[in-house]
């Protein structure tokens, strides 16, 4: 009579491997997706942070909202930060740091290389809420951004945005564009981004380049904080010149 030994077959481990195999391919999607799900629940809390803070800087600054930047005899004053000697931006001279007890808000997804930020991943409507560029004959120049807006003249707060995910991709079709992804404070209008945007629609999705066309197109969604505190997700085709106004136009029936 024969003996039995206590191993597997190999049948057996082919099956076990099989078997493993098979739930690794379902169960990868989901660990990503839960993954990407905690992501944009921190950074969709972070921006409403911000939010928060910018209305609490407006509290103590008459009605009105942090400027985009300035000049200072130190150098640079942004509202992320003061720029060095490095010629990078200290987030510790934040306007809103004393709002956000020291802390930079940031978006865990964002990974960009340095040029206009503080890492944080979130740009300012400069053009609309930081600064007056957006009016005909506004005193906004290439070192100063004049009159902010006031919390009470945002005609629509609801459907004005603030902050948004935020990126500059240097694309290669741009004179000395390397293709690299830069921090970048700032986000403003659909009208001037020319195919390039400097909102980041990085969650739920990926960025697609089109060479020929010198368009970038995203498959996911950018958060946003509105001028009443909540935070909206944008896919790329939603977004509008009119999520940025400052004065919202009357619909023309």
Known sequence: MRKKHGGFTLVELLTVMAII???????????????????????????????????????????????????????????????????????????????????????????????????????????????????????TTDWYSFNPARISEVSDPSNTIFFATSAFFYATWLPGGDGQLYDYGFVFEPYFWQGNPPVDFRHQGQRKLDPATHQIVSEGVALAVMGDGRVKTFKQQQMKDSHFLRYQLPAIE
Request: aromatic letters at 12%.
């Open 21 to 139: 195999a098979i739930l690794y391919a379902v169960m990868l999607p989901v660990a990503k997706a839960a993954r990407g799900a905690a992501f944009e629940y921190n950074a969709s809390n972070a921006i409403k942070q911000l939010g928060m803070a910018t209305a609490l800087y407006a509290v103590d600054s008459d009605d009105q909202c942090p400027p985009a930047y300035y000049w200072t005899p130190a150098g640079m004053q942004a509202w992320f930060g003061q720029r060095g000697p490095s010629g990078l931006f200290d987030p510790a001279f934040s306007l809103l740091n004393p709002y956000t007890n020291g802390k930079t808000l940031r978006d865990p997804t964002h990974v960009a290389k340095e040029m206009a930020g503080d890492q944080s991943g979130f740009g300012y409507n400069w053009a609309q809420i930081g600064s007056d560029a957006h009016l005909q004959g506004g005193m």
